[in-house]
């Protein structure tokens, strides 16, 4: 079973609008980690924003969220007041277990945002 | 603070020769982990060092191997370079190991092309 799922490989959405990237996990474990990434066309992964499985409230930095729930295992990504400049792929990923496990990160498949002027 | 960076940032090889990446994590990090991403198979997690031992290690074959030095520089190589090795190559540094807000910082990657 896939660790990490991302069901929309392209979305888009207007420039100024909210848009929220799914991603949904997998685990018995019940530590872990949960990421979200940023990689604009040149490559670069850009970190965005960490949710812990104990943490009681949802992250947030600035225009990004994390809409967590834990039942769910679900873990979408909303981006207020979209800008030309969030057009790139997001990827969602978990980091599971304890600090003797290693450090291995799970990645979706990821999702193609463009933003539309 | 400096970022990760990879050396070369692009490489060309052909089949059957052997390619050494090089990976500088942010000064500072014990942890580098290094991913392959291609457009087929996504991000796949390749191996991870932390205080120069690999701690963990994705399904590979052997021709991929890594090693960290004592100031966390790491490298990986890949031997007999297959035309499905062409992917952009990761490496990501953290500090610790641990479940808490240890989010792992990427470098710029390093395309590689096999012909």
Redesign the interface.
Known sequence: AQKITQTQPGMFVQEKEAVTLDCTYDTSDP???L?W?KQPS??????LI?Q??YDQQNATEGRYSLNFQKARKSANLVISASQLGDSAMY?CAM????????????????TSLTVIP | KAGVTQTPRYLIKTRGQQVTLSCSPISGHR?V?W?QQTPGQ??Q?LF?Y?SETQ??K?NFPGRFSGRQFSNSRSEMNVSTLELGDSA?Y?C?S?F??????????????T?LTVL
């Open positions: 530590s872990y980690g990421f990434y040149s490559g670069e992964m850009i970190f960490y812990g499985s990827f980091r599971e277990g304890l600090s003797d496990t290693g450090n291995q990160f799970y990645f979706g498949t990821g | 942890s982990s991913y996504g991000l997690f991870e932390f701690r963990n994705g952009l990761l990501a953290s610790r190991q641990g479940v808490g807000d240890n989010e792992q910082f990427f470098g710029p990657g395309r």
